[in-house]
């Protein structure tokens, strides 16, 4: 994996960062809001360039918003690691396990200016 770690956007619970943080205490793990993360109310467009800067990959569950400003992001020539959508339903264990796969067995840039849609497949 080539991200330095994980930002979970202002809508995903606090607790599934603090819960993958629990889980590897190696990934740096941080939640908009939290000290050294972007400030909650903070625009997509700028968690974008916040990503690009400390890279890192965004989960989040936002599906609406997120393309098109992904869109503009790139067309200014910008880059991100990746955008990881969450399923709805959320699992949260099975969320974590799917995170830690992602972390340990993405080949670099495999994310790269892209959103990934995850599913847990039953």
């Not at 690691?81 to 399923?87: F, R």
Request: glycine share 8%.
């Amino acid at each position: 994996m080539s991200a330095s770690g994980f930002l979970f956007d202002e809508n995903l619970s606090p607790a599934i960062a603090a819960q993958l943080r629990r889980h590897a205490p190696a990934i740096p793990i941080l939640a908009v809001g939290q000290m050294g993360a972007p400030a909650r109310g903070t625009l997509d467009p700028q968690i974008l360039c916040w990503i690009e800067e400390h890279n890192c990959l965004l989960v989040t569950n936002n599906r609406t918003s997120m393309p098109g400003h992904l869109r503009d992001h790139l067309a200014d020539g910008r880059h991100i690691p990746g955008i990881l959508i969450t399923p709805y339903p959320l699992n949260i264990g099975t969320l974590i396990e799917v995170l830690l796969l992602v972390w340990g067995a993405s080949l670099p840039d495999e994310y790269r200016d892209q959103i990934t849609h995850l599913s847990f497949g039953r």
